[in-house]
């Protein structure tokens, strides 16, 4: 579990991260426009309101004329309303068309994830791919409906507000304006920092979703290891730091809040001494400094927003970062030239000096697997034994491509597997796993996912009688009850049998089972067996096998030993003549 995988270092833009949000952005744009020049309309109303207020000082209440006082009064409710409608207007024409580029980022997201090699998966902590696919993407939604429009909205409103600033009186103008440049450098610090920290945070969202995810899905270990109260710790410490985070951000928004308040209060109060000194002197009109002072206070918020806005901003750069850093990732790529006729001699399953090393293997370690020469011939049915990390799960992996080997090839009735589109391998290969998954579907779905679309009823009971799943008949709605996480509990040895199943319904013309037999009791492996070998007659079968009543079902064993093929032969010729293979039969290690 690691944190900051590729964070990227330094030197990284917001504004620049921003932008490649322009490919989701770009069906919505004209909504987006619309929507920010309403409200540059709406925001700019309320710099009307001064101009109003110094035509009543300076007219009708100067004048005793009461007529005068209730137009204007009657104007500023006009102005009050219509500027709370088009903000009203703004927020309907945006929140539709942002759904929708939520959505369409999560299912990119989504849609990437199943494409990227095993290997990504191996390497990403869960947790991180979760929380980038809810949390960062809220905070770019969020950041599209509000501070983008509004730091547009609010820019304009200020440099409008200051050119009506500077016409009523260029003086007092000047010095509302004082603060600017202290304001521009303190906030651009800040930024840098707050980057940092809100970087950190989200990452700490990404490690505490997977300490969730996995005691969710480990609860069975943590109570009867007893470890509940290691793992709330656990939790706690990550809980603890990332409060500590998310306050060191609030330390620095509300430094950057009080300077960015402060500064312009006392440049207002400056002006107000500087302008009331000129009323008395009669430099000025009393209207005049009614607009002046409330144009300088109409443009408060806009000013002060602005801190907010850009930590909104700098969060969802953030999120687009660790977004993008997913999608950035290279899917499984298939080959132009893959060959379009499909595999005809039958050949069997090739391995030719196959080497294979884990991408993330440390350099000085010696790759699992080297120089595998390995013939399975069609319809032949080869067992796969070795010890514990010997590499025969690795082995297994390579067929389907879920790997790609380092060195050498594989090759399915004479083809290379590297050179076939990696559909057409899955075509080919079927496979069932040690740890049999079932997704929150029927036991049916669950089943025929290892088919074509056209697989029926039948071939649905064929493949259950096939892995002795006759117990399917006896569940309360047959084989469509809902099994998988929201659905019905299945025991271990179950849940093998559906994987089995799963693997062989679509009836492959090669099979890579990786020990899918090892929960089921002595009797039910046999009666298993007896049926798989009705169907591995005519199938191409590579089984990795610990019992020896697994082992006899195979026509041939390969003994893999520290990553290399040490024997092939038949279960007797090892067991007589290589002392590993007879020392693994005999129950020396599993
Ligand atoms: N995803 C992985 N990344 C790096 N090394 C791995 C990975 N999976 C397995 N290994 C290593 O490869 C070796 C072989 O593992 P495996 O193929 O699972 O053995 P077996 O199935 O024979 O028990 C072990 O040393 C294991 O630590
Ligand atoms: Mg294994």
Redo the contacts with the bound molecule.
Sequence with gaps: MSTTLESAAGGRSAVRTLTRLWPYVRPVRKRLFWAALVAVVASCMSLVFPLVLKWMVDGPVAEGDTAGVWLGALLLLGLGVAEALLFGFRRWLVARPLAGVEASMRADLYRHLQRVPV?FH?RWASGQLLSRGTTDLMLIRLFLAFPLTFMVVNGATILVGVALLLAQDWTLGLVLLAPVVPLVVVVSYFEARFADVARRAQDQVGDLTTVVEESVLGIRIIKGFGRHRSQARAFRDLSRTLRGTELAKARLLAAIWGVITTLPELAIGGALVLGSVQVADGDLSAGTLVAFLSTALALRWPVESMGFLLAMSQEAATATERYFEVLDAEPESDPDTAAASGPDAADGMRFEGVSFR?P??DDDTPP?LTGIDLHVRTGETMALV??????????T?LVPRLHDVSGGRITLDGEDIAHLPRQRVRELVSVAFEEPTLFSASVGENVLMGAGPDAGEQDLDHALSVAQADFVHELPQGADTQVGEQGLSLSGGQRQRLALARAVVGRPRFLVL??PLSALDVHTEALVEAALRRVLKDTTALV?AHRPSTVLLADRVAL?SGGRIAAVGTHQELLRDNAEYAWLMSGGSK
Excluded: E
Excluded at 386 to 395: D, E, M, R, W
């Design positions: 290997a191996d884990y993330d293997a699992t070795g010890a514990t990390g010997s590499g025969k799960t690795t082995l992996a990786d020990d990795v893999l």
